[in-house]
T-cell receptor, first 113, second 116 residues
Framework: GEDVEQSLFLSVREGDSSVINCTYT??????LYWYKQEPGAGLQLLTY?????DMKQDQRLTVLLNKKDKHLSLRIADTQTGDSAIYFC?????????????FGTGTQLKVEL | DGGITQSPKYLFRKEGQNVTLSCEQN?????MYWYRQDPGQGLRLIYY???????QKGDIAEGYSVSREKKESFPLTVTSAQKNPTAFYLC???????????????FGPGTRLTVL
């Protein structure tokens, strides 16, 4: 089945850019998602990218997709303390049921003053 | 307001007891999901349902059971057979679509279960 991996922690200074990376294994993945989780809460969709795109920009967020290497990244420009959270990458593959998502372990982003 | 509700927010259970977690949605979604979240392990799928009266096991279904008698509701029972039930449980829902259509999963606020 699909396997999605992320690094566990990232620490940045306020105002810098954050880059969170993700790799996945199933080349049939059609959509790739980034979710944000604040402490003790559910997940909130930040952005997503379809597999025929290589970049998507939405205000401070930029998603890059390298389909050949099965690598996805989320760049947050001008990172603020309110961006401190866990960020999950998720992949939706056609195999095994087209509506299921496989989530990565999550990257804990800490923004320091 | 449309959304997903989970109750209770915190739940304490003695070892050997079954407990049921509630999940309700008013988004008119056909599909509903239960995930378990443990630190450093991300979200793992327990069960999912794409239509009323039908559900499938996810990756870690052992020790859990579900029912889907109504479109709006997808309760999860954590049974005494689940060896390590202390975790954060998240419910989600979505439309059902083909692989070529974007299909966001909407999440509830979660229930933190602690076994004493």
């Amino acid at each position: 089945g699909e396997d999605v991996e992320q690094s566990l922690f990232l620490s940045v200074r306020e105002g810098d850019s954050s880059v969170i990376n993700c790799t996945y294994t199933d080349s049939s993945s059609t959509y790739l998602y980034w979710y944000k989780q604040e402490p003790g809460a559910g997940l909130q969709l930040l952005t997503y990218i379809f597999s025929n795109m290589d970049m998507k920009q939405d205000q401070r967020l930029t998603v890059l997709l390298n389909k050949k290497d099965k690598h996805l990244s989320l760049r947050i420009a001008d990172t603020q303390t309110g961006d401190s959270a866990i960020y999950f990458c998720a992949a939706r593959a056609l195999t095994g049921g087209g509506n299921k998502l496989t989530f990565g372990t999550g990257t804990q982003l800490k923004v320091e003053l | 307001d449309g959304g997903i509700t989970q109750s209770p927010k915190y739940l304490f259970r003695k070892e050997g007891q079954n407990v049921t977690l509630s999940c309700e949605q008013n988004l008119n979604h056909d599909a509903m999901y239960w995930y378990r979240q443990d630190p450093g392990q991300g979200l793992r799928l327990i069960y999912y349902s794409q239509i009323v009266n039908d559900f499938q096991k996810g990756d870690i279904a052992e020790g859990y059971s579900v029912s889907r008698e109504k479109k709006e509701s997808f309760p999860l029972t954590v049974t005494s057979a689940q060896k390590n039930p202390t975790a954060f449980y998240l419910c989600a829902s979505s439309r059902v679509s083909s692989g070529s259509a974007h299909n966001e999963q909407f999440f509830g606020p979660g229930t933190r279960l602690t076994v004493l």
